[in-house]
């Protein structure tokens, strides 16, 4: 069965099932990315992913790559990395420049075009996408915290007494550069990850582990990794076959998630993440 090519005025898509083998999963081209018709893709597991320049493509892979987030893996490496983690997190701070810095990222390989960066702000404009922002300190030595918290009451000072903590999560203002992050669309208790960038050390990763931890603590159940990849896959991304996925989106996005989840906040490493499990068998020396 052929591509099925969308009607201008229609935001009807074709059933995942009549999706293409090869390319595996691509299901229909053209339309456009007004927020009705997203949405209603988003609804039946459909995405759009295309080259700039080139026709708008809506896939449905199958297998679809998924992480439940209680099932993240955590290496010991990196858990010793989140011991010492130079980053701050937050959350919807800063969406474009995640959006863009993804974009950017990729430089001439990007489908991450103009015309998606405004879409997906306008979704998260309207509170369907949402950002994770990861923050690394960028102070010029003449930096005063001091002039800072005098001339500007709203801010606070973190726990560590060294920099300013703002409550609103505006780093940039704070002498933070962003150094990585991820972005995506909430479907109730389901959360689909579009793209994620790093530009330091263990950004990405570390942005996607404190996602993991805040939006399962506030209901959230599973993340839509869309196509499997090597650094997903080392995360704990798995995949499942396409009827399985939709059936578990199908439930997923009639839940809801605490409305404490979305709101602009700082996030934090939990305090698990960076305990290293003891090897099987091995005697614990009370001595050391």
Not at 219 to 243: F, K, M, W, Y
Request: aromatic letters at 10%; a neutral charge.
């Amino acid at each position: 069965m052929g591509i099925t090519q969308l009607a201008a005025h229609s935001f009807t898509f074709p059933a995942p099932e009549l999706a293409l083998k090869e390319p595996n999963g691509l299901l229909a081209l053209g339309g456009d990315l007004r927020v009705p018709r997203l949405l209603a893709a988003y609804r039946q597991g459909i995405f759009p992913w295309f080259s700039p320049g080139d026709p708008i493509l809506w896939w449905s892979p199958d297998p679809r790559a998924i992480l439940y987030p209680t099932e993240l893996h955590i290496s010991r490496s990196m858990r010793r990395f989140l011991r010492q983690c130079p980053y701050r997190f937050t959350l919807n701070c800063a969406f474009s420049d995640v959006v863009t810095a993804c974009a950017t990222a990729r430089k001439e390989e990007t489908w991450i075009s103009d015309e998606i960066q405004q879409a997906y702000c306008q979704l998260h404009q309207l509170g369907y996408a949402h950002s994770v922002e990861v923050w690394q300190e960028d102070i010029p030595s003449a930096f005063d915290a001091a002039a800072l918290l005098a001339t500007s009451p709203q801010v606070g000072v973190h726990s560590s007494g060294r920099t300013p903590w703002p409550p609103s999560g505006n780093f940039k203002d704070c002498g933070y550069k962003l150094v990585g992050g991820l972005y995506g669309v909430a479907q109730g208790a389901l959360f689909c990850g579009e793209s994620m960038f790093s530009l330091a050390d263990n950004a990405s990763k570390s942005a996607l582990m404190v996602f993991c931890h805040h939006f399962s603590s506030h209901g959230g159940e599973l993340i839509d990794c869309q196509v499997l990849n090597a650094h997903t896959a080392s995360l704990g991304a798995r995949e499942i076959p396409r009827h399985y996925f939709l059936q578990q989106l199908q439930q997923l996005q009639l839940s809801s998630v605490s409305t404490e989840c979305w709101p602009v906040q700082v996030l934090y490493i939990p305090n698990e993440f960076r305990v290293t499990a003891r090897r099987p068998g091995r005697p614990t020396d009370e001595r050391r």
